[in-house]
């Protein structure tokens, strides 16, 4: 097997792993809050990713403290708290759990 196809298929593993059925949507919205490193709005987010508002906000409970109900736990990769200077946004920032899990994905990528 060639070996980015390898490393592919590792990394695709490890996110299965994690949630067996994760969205692609999912994935993005977890890297692109680990892009921002705590300093981007789920809004601007959505823009980069084509989202729409409705879609964010089951994406950021998904992948936050409790995906739909407080009975349901989220993957708590990513916080989201209303930004301070604007209530209308909402601030997004990694947990250490959430960021473990991207520096794993891209150790995944970088490997021999």
């Known amino acids: 097997m060639k070996p980015h196809v390898l490393q592919l298929t590792l990394l695709v593993n490890k996110i299965r792993e994690v949630d067996p059925e994760m969205p692609a949507q999912t994935l993005a919205f977890i890297l ?19 989202l ?13 403290e409790w995906e739909k109900y407080p009975s349901v736990p989220g993957l708590k990769f990513v916080t989201s708290e209303p930004d301070p200077y604007d209530r209308r946004f909402r601030k997004l920032a990694m947990t250490e759990k959430g960021k473990r899990f991207v520096e794993d994905l891209l150790k995944t990528l970088t490997k021999d």
């Open 52 to 64: 729409s508002s409705s879609a964010m906000a089951r994406i950021a409970a998904r992948t936050g």
């Open 32 to 50: 692109a809050a680990y892009a921002g490193d705590g300093d981007v709005t789920q809004n601007t987010v959505g823009d980069r990713l084509g």
